[in-house]
């Protein structure tokens, strides 16, 4: 069964500095989609950025970039020029291809931003 | 700009009573999931459904759990007599599957339940 693991509980970060989220996950498949989800404190679910497992080259939307490392099953999302609005819960989840749509959580890490 | 809706937002209910909580998923998908958000269990697959039929429901309680989608428009999480160990949000979401394998889904903005 796949696991998604994020070790880390809470972060912070000086607003304007960037900020690296790590998240590790094990499978045996050898394709499948990663995503990293934010929930600000107003709890609203929001997809922040998807990467396909066959893509060799990292995801990036806007200042949010990711670093997908398959052969170590790591997948860590870097927020550049960080920003008050940044600060939320961020949670690393893993999909399966296919029909298999069940999304696979990892316990989420909280972003605080010191302004 | 095209959202998942649920209602209601917060509902606080005593123990034994009935709760139905609501789902718009985005016109045009074709598939709905319900999650539950714990700070103890963290987010768990309660069921999902694809074109309406549902697909799994394991992580559902049989006994006091049922969800439906009575038309493409809506599906329904009720909870039938809820007890205080169900106090929780309720995450509605819903996705376009296409059969490409890529499938995102958008969560509505959730309802906070408490059962007191």
């Known amino acids: 069964a796949q696991t998604v693991t994020q070790s880390q509980p809470e972060m912070s970060v000086q607003e304007a500095e960037t900020v690296t989220l790590s998240c590790t996950y094990d499978?045996?498949?050898?394709?499948?989609?990663l995503f990293w989800y934010k929930q600000p404190p107003s709890r609203q679910m929001i997809l922040v950025i998807r990467?396909?497992?066959?893509k060799q080259q990292n995801a990036t939307e806007n200042r949010f970039s990711v670093n997908f490392q398959k052969a170590a099953k790591s997948f860590s999302l870097k927020i550049s020029d960080s920003q008050l609005g940044d600060a939320a819960m961020y949670f690393c989840?893993?999909?399966?291809?296919?029909?298999?749509?069940?999304?696979?959580w990892g316990a989420g890490t909280k972003l605080i931003i010191k302004p | 700009d095209a959202r998942v809706t649920q209602t209601p937002r917060d509902k606080v209910t005593e123990m034994g009573q009935e709760v139905t909580m609501r789902c718009q998923p985005i016109l045009g998908h074709n598939t709905v999931f319900w999650y539950r958000q714990t700070m103890m269990q963290g987010l768990e697959l309660l069921a999902y459904?694809?074109?309406?039929?549902?697909?799994?429901d394991s992580g559902m309680p049989k006994d006091r759990f049922s969800a439906e989608m009575p038309d493409a428009t809506l599906a329904t999480l009720k909870i039938q007599p809820s007890e205080p160990r169900d106090s929780a949000v309720y995450f509605c979401a819903s996705g376009l599957s296409t059969g490409t394998g890529k499938h995102e889904q958008y969560f509505g903005p959730g309802t906070r339940l408490t059962v007191t």
């Open positions: 459904f694809r074109n309406r039929a549902p697909l799994d």
């Open positions: 990467q396909e497992a066959y």
């Open positions: 989840a893993y999909r399966s291809p296919g029909f298999n749509y069940q999304l696979i």
């Open positions: 499978t045996s498949e050898s394709d499948y989609y």
